[in-house]
């Protein structure tokens, strides 16, 4: 019964995603014309609000993709599922309010409507986890999943909490550094959105 509920609740997580998206793709004529184009494209690295937002969406997006994947791994999907979707239930909140604030962003007079994959698109995040887990096999990645996204890097309320005390607290323009480069040097992940 616990397993039944999982998958309803990913069912609805993901169908109102996939009816918007089915829509939006079968737009014709005028609507085509009048298709989303982002006012920025990628990441604001001069704006550390956005920067932490746009980073939290990247995960969440990564976590979406990874669980869905999972669903093809039959000795890993129950757990998985059942551990994203104690996590999204948690982070429904989060995720609703930086979901809105990138698609009034990107989008501005247009960001009612923005879906999720006009945001993926703006940062230009892959639609294939398999693409992004390199010489990681499907298999463990789903076996660590459930471990993985209980860890405080996933805790998104307190990342976000975290984000606006700072910039109350400092200065805006180095509230969060910006996203690590191949330097290494610059490896380590900041410290604000961890």
């Known amino acids: 019964m616990k397993r039944a509920a999982v998958w309803l609740l990913l069912a609805s997580l993901v169908a109102p995603a996939a009816a918007q998206d089915a829509a939006a793709a079968t737009e014709t004529g005028a609507m085509a ?7 920025h494209k990628g990441y604001a690295f001069d704006q550390p609000e956005i920067l932490v937002r746009q980073r ?7 976590l979406s993709l990874l669980a869905a994947a999972c669903l093809d791994v039959a000795e890993q999907s129950g757990a998985t599922q059942e551990a994203y ?12 309010t930086v979901v809105n604030d990138l698609a009034r962003y990107y989008f501005g007079g247009r960001a009612g409507d923005a879906v999720w994959t006009d945001i993926s698109r703006a940062l230009a995040l892959k639609e ?21 996204i209980v ?16 910039a109350a607290d400092t200065n805006p323009a180095v509230a ?16 604000a959105i961890e």
């Not at 979707?85 to 609703?96: D, F, G, S």
């Open 176 to 191: 969060v550094p910006p996203a690590p480069t191949s330097d290494p040097a610059a490896a380590d992940p900041p410290r």
């Open 85 to 96: 979707a104690a996590w999204h239930v948690k982070q429904a909140e989060t995720i609703t």
């Open 56 to 62: 939290l969406f990247g995960l969440a997006h990564g």
């Open 33 to 39: 014309a009048a298709a989303l184009k982002p006012l």
């Open 151 to 166: 860890r405080p890097r996933y805790e998104f309320d307190k990342l976000l909490a975290e984000s606006r005390a700072i």
């Open 128 to 148: 294939d986890i398999r693409e992004a887990l390199g010489d990681v096999r499907l298999e463990e990645a789903c076996a660590t999943l459930p471990t993985a």
